[in-house]
């Protein structure tokens, strides 16, 4: 019995170490590998907005927008906050907000001005955000402060869902929210980012799929960029040789 459930484990395991799922799928062997999130299925919306929460360098109030029902955004389908006493709403994703930042599955970012009752949205895209993080060199409100969002705005693997299981972009916006622009290259894997606050200078790595073969191997091209700013402008970091 042992020997027969040893040799289940390992047939499960080469199985599963064979299955690679695509990150990018490109329709009709064309580079152009993505639909907009307007031209999804759509899917039964339950908006609302969580509490704000403020930077200490901004008189901004920030209201994330989120789901209580659709939890495609999220990793765990258990990972679900309940009431007993309003069972109704299931939260599609846990949210953490802080002076730093908010991360989650967020639909949207409202901005408030603490002397208005006005909301501003950052966007008015269909896409999806999983992260807003602060690129700050003092807490001060005189301070140039800039905005990093990770971003899903396209249905990259083509399954009519927009979701973790896309290729992740990185944005930026004024500290108010405003000016919202995207700075890693169409298509590529994002890999990570850091800023160097002497130059004033957000770097981020991303990976190509060179041979557009929808996955992200090993041999494919490895390129760095860095978004001063002092400028607003992206940059390529080049081996010189």
Not at 38 to 52: K, T, V, Y
Not at 94 to 103: L, V
Not at 214 to 228: A, C, L, T
């Amino acid at each position: 019995m042992r020997i027969l459930t040893f040799l289940v484990v390992i047939f499960l395991f080469s199985c599963g170490s064979k299955h690679q799922t695509p990150e990018v799928v490109y329709p009709n062997n064309m580079t152009d590998s993505t639909h907009t999130a307007s031209e999804l299925d759509p899917i039964s919306r339950n908006l609302f907005m969580d509490f704000p929460f403020a930077f200490d360098s901004s008189s901004l109030f920030i209201y994330p927008v989120r789901n209580t029902h659709d939890s495609r955004g999220s990793d765990n389908k258990n990972n679900k906050i309940s009431s007993d006493f309003m069972n109704s709403y299931q939260y599609s994703d846990w949210a953490e907000m802080s002076q730093s930042g908010a991360s989650g599955w967020f639909y949207n970012f409202l901005f408030q001005d603490e002397n208005t009752q006005d909301l501003r949205p950052i966007t008015d895209k269909d896409i999806r955000f999983s992260e807003m993080i602060i690129i700050r060199d003092s807490v001060s409100q005189q301070a140039v402060h800039t905005l990093l969002l990770k971003v899903y705005d396209k249905d990259s693997n083509q399954d009519k869902l927009l979701n973790r299981e896309d290729l992740i972009s990185y944005y930026v916006a004024d500290v108010n929210g405003k000016n919202l622009r995207k700075i890693s290259p169409e298509g590529h894997l994002t890999s990570g980012h850091i800023y160097r606050k002497r130059l004033k200078r957000l770097y981020f790595r991303t990976i190509e799929d060179i041979d557009k073969n929808g996955i992200f191997e090993k041999n494919d091209p490895r390129h760095q960029y860095f978004y001063s700013i002092k400028t607003g402008k992206v940059t390529e970091v080049k081996l010189p040789f």
